[in-house]
């Protein structure tokens, strides 16, 4: 080869090769430009509560100026950490990030913009998008943790009792053992009342998971109670917050509206999805609320009266075909609680009785 040519040979090589530093030189900026969140210590799976709170911790990567973190806690819902009041988390010169959050089964760290306006609880996990630049979502460390509960027997089961307080129906309301009772007649007293200047409710829930099936309970006149109260029986599988929970609702009363007619209503959650929510009106007397749960289907029914069975009168029912969870380990539970409202906030102690509740696979 003439050394001329050659000259030309190496020359084009040295400048191919210098193009190819570039390029990845500059793919592999790109590549890290974007933001990246790291844990330094992750709290346990456990169920939240106010006196259940560790750390949580790391550091985030390729952050701009004045963005923050904000943590969400799951458990039950995702409830923003550490308090409503205080959810934004600063990102410290070191790029390192820690707080104090309640416990939870997953948590949520989200990098946010200055105008992000972080809600006190979600139904569904965060997502990026807007002036949520990234979320990671990561699972407790360890075996799942419950709270302490009580116990008691109703109906042949063997159930749970609610201990520790709750926002659901957007409301700060306690929980006690002593809300919840069988008299000698095998029926379950629920009870709201005052504690400590607060209303306190009454929880239970089924100690294993019944599948697929027909639910069905019993529930004395709750045409006395007041808007502000609510009655339900529900399913609920509070680690699985990709299916929503597997929830779906039966609920009377709790509008916090006493010109509302329709005071029951079947629920598939997300109650706001179109055709997820059916209203009705609950009579009053004795009525017995059936749902019966198969694969892709849930029917829910309410009947006049203490049976569900042939020649019972019918009071409403409805079918609902789309967005029926799958049964996993959801269990049956019935609650009496306080829901926020300003025109008819609750005024006095009240109850509901349960006669009693069937199961038939």
């Known amino acids: 080869?003439?050394?001329?040519?050659?000259?030309?040979?190496?020359?084009?090589?040295?400048?191919?090769?210098?193009?190819?530093?570039?390029?990845?030189?500059?793919?592999?900026?790109?590549?890290?430009?974007?933001?990246?969140?790291?844990?330094?210590?992750?709290?346990?799976?456990?169920?939240?509560?106010?006196?259940?709170?560790?750390?949580?911790?790391?550091?985030?990567?390729?952050?701009?100026?004045?963005?923050?973190?904000?943590?969400?806690?799951?458990?039950?819902?995702?409830?923003?950490?550490?308090?409503?009041?205080?959810?934004?988390?600063?990102?410290?010169?070191?790029?390192?990030?820690?707080?104090?959050?309640?416990?939870?089964?997953?948590?949520?760290?989200?990098?946010?913009?200055?105008?992000?306006?972080?809600?006190?609880?979600?139904?569904?996990?965060?997502?990026?998008?807007?002036?949520?630049?990234?979320?990671?979502?990561?699972?407790?460390?360890?075996?799942?943790?419950?709270?302490?509960?009580?116990?008691?027997?109703?109906?042949?089961?063997?159930?749970?009792?609610?201990?520790?307080e709750s926002d659901k129906g957007g409301t700060d309301n306690l929980y006690d053992p002593e809300n919840a009772w069988t008299d000698a007649s095998g029926a379950l007293h629920m009870q709201i009342k005052k504690k400590s200047g607060r209303w306190s409710c009454a929880e239970i829930f089924l100690n294993r998971s019944l599948g697929y099936g027909t639910y069905s309970v019993t529930v004395r006149d709750t045409s006395h109670l007041e808007p502000a109260a609510a009655f339900s029986m529900f399913t609920f599988d509070d680690p699985a917050s990709e299916q929503h929970f597997r929830e779906m609702d039966v609920e009377v009363n709790g509008?916090?509206?006493?010109?509302?007619?329709?005071?029951?209503?079947?629920?598939?959650?997300?109650?706001y999805i179109p055709g997820n929510l059916f209203l009705f009106a609950a009579p009053s007397g004795t009525l017995t609320y059936v749902l019966h749960w198969e694969s892709g289907h849930a029917t829910f029914k309410t009947f006049r009266g203490r049976s569900a069975g042939a020649g019972a009168q019918l009071v409403s029912q409805h079918e609902f075909t789309s967005g029926i969870p799958v049964a996993g380990k959801a269990m049956l539970r019935l609650i009496f609680y306080v829901v926020a409202s300003y025109k008819n906030p609750m005024q006095k102690p009240s109850e509901v009785v349960v006669e009693k509740f069937e199961y038939l696979p």
């Not at 010109?259 to 598939?268: E, G, L, M």
Request: hydrophobic fraction near 40%; charge should be positive.
């Open 255 to 271: 509008w916090g509206s006493a010109a509302n007619k329709n005071n029951a209503r079947y629920i598939i959650q997300p109650f």
């Open 1 to 164: 080869m003439q050394p001329r040519l050659l000259v030309q040979v190496l020359l084009q090589r040295s400048l191919l090769l210098i193009l190819c530093i570039v390029l990845n030189s500059c793919q592999s900026h790109k590549a890290d430009s974007g933001p990246s969140i790291e844990f330094t210590h992750i709290p346990p799976a456990a169920q939240g509560g106010r006196e259940r709170v560790d750390t949580i911790s790391g550091r985030v990567r390729n952050t701009r100026p004045k963005q923050q973190i904000v943590i969400y806690a799951h458990s039950g819902t995702w409830w923003v950490q550490p308090w409503p009041e205080h959810p934004f988390v600063p990102i410290n010169a070191d790029s390192t990030w820690s707080t104090e959050t309640h416990l939870g089964f997953e948590y949520a760290v989200l990098l946010v913009e200055p105008d992000y306006h972080p809600l006190p609880e979600l139904g569904v996990a965060p997502t990026q998008g807007g002036s949520v630049a990234l979320v990671t979502i990561v699972k407790g460390v360890g075996t799942p943790q419950f709270a302490p509960t009580g116990s008691l027997k109703f109906s042949g089961y063997d159930w749970g009792v609610r201990m520790i």
